[in-house]
Antibody, heavy 121, light 106 residues
Framework: EVQLVESGGGLVQPGRSLRLSCAASGFTFDDYAMHWVRQAPGKGLEWVSGISWDSAEKAYADSVKGRFTISRDSATNSLHLQMNSLRPEDTALYYC??????????????WGQGTPVTVSS | EIVLTQSPVTLSLSPGERATLSCRASQSVYTYLAWYQQKPGQAPRLLIYDASNRATGIPARFSGSGSGTDFTLTISSLESEDFAVYYCQQRRNWPLTFGGGTKVEI
């Protein structure tokens, strides 16, 4: 059974940093792209960032480009999102998602339960 | 950026009725379109990928169709557990984008 368990969310002041992690299990981690998708309170879904199976390709939404960095660790089957210079508009539930394919441009066939991030002074 | 417009925003139906949800893209996404279902307090679930392919474990009452810029998700006969919000998502271009969602309510 595929499991994606996020951690690292919390309350942080504007301008500070936070690192999200996602522990993956139940599938061959190296065979799939991975992504972060967020959902602001009461709003729709927004894709944030994605990374290919081999980390060769990384992509970011314009709203986070230059501030967020995605990475993955095949030794620990984990996905990370380093979030710097956080803004109030980054407040959301952050989902770790598994790509359906090895390429980064893919649908998301499994989702974690999300980790909440609140950016507020 | 490819903009996905979903309609209607809200669909009020009864169990047993047929639901037809629309997703229109601002430019062609070929068949690179997916549909998700999200219930309150839960993560989204993949229903349909590449316009018409049901994901693993998805009941046959869910079907997807379309290509280019116009897509449809059909639920042939609504069951109580189908009342939820539905999102479309394209993988034709960066950035990957979602539609604004359609709420199917009783």
């Amino acid at each position: 059974e595929v499991q994606l368990v996020e951690s690292g969310g919390g309350l942080v002041q504007p301008g500070r940093s936070l690192r999200l992690s996602c522990a993956a299990s139940g599938f061959t981690f190296d065979d799939y792209a991975m992504h972060w998708v967020r959902q602001a309170p009461g709003k729709g879904l927004e894709w944030v960032s994605g990374i290919s199976w081999d980390s060769a390709e990384k992509a970011y939404a314009d709203s986070v480009k230059g501030r967020f960095t995605i990475s993955r660790d095949s030794a620990t089957n984990s996905l990370h999102l380093q979030m710097n210079s956080l803004r109030p508009e980054d407040t959301a539930l952050y989902y770790c998602t598994k790509g359906r394919l090895v390429v980064v441009v893919t649908a998301f066939d499994h989702w974690g339960q999300g980790t909440p991030v609140t950016v507020s002074s | 950026e490819i903009v996905l417009t979903q309609s209607p925003v809200t669909l009020s139906l009864s169990p047993g009725e047929r639901a037809t949800l629309s997703c229109r893209a601002s430019q062609s996404v070929y068949t690179y379109l997916a549909w998700y279902q999200q219930k309150p307090g839960q993560a989204p679930r993949l229903l349909i990928y590449d316009a018409s392919n049901r994901a693993t474990g998805i009941p046959a009452r869910f079907s997807g169709s379309g290509s280019g810029t116009d897509f449809t998700l059909t639920i042939s006969s609504l069951e109580s557990e189908d009342f939820a919000v539905y999102y479309c998502q394209q993988r034709r271009n960066w950035p990957l984008t979602f539609g604004g969602g359609t709420k199917v309510e009783i």
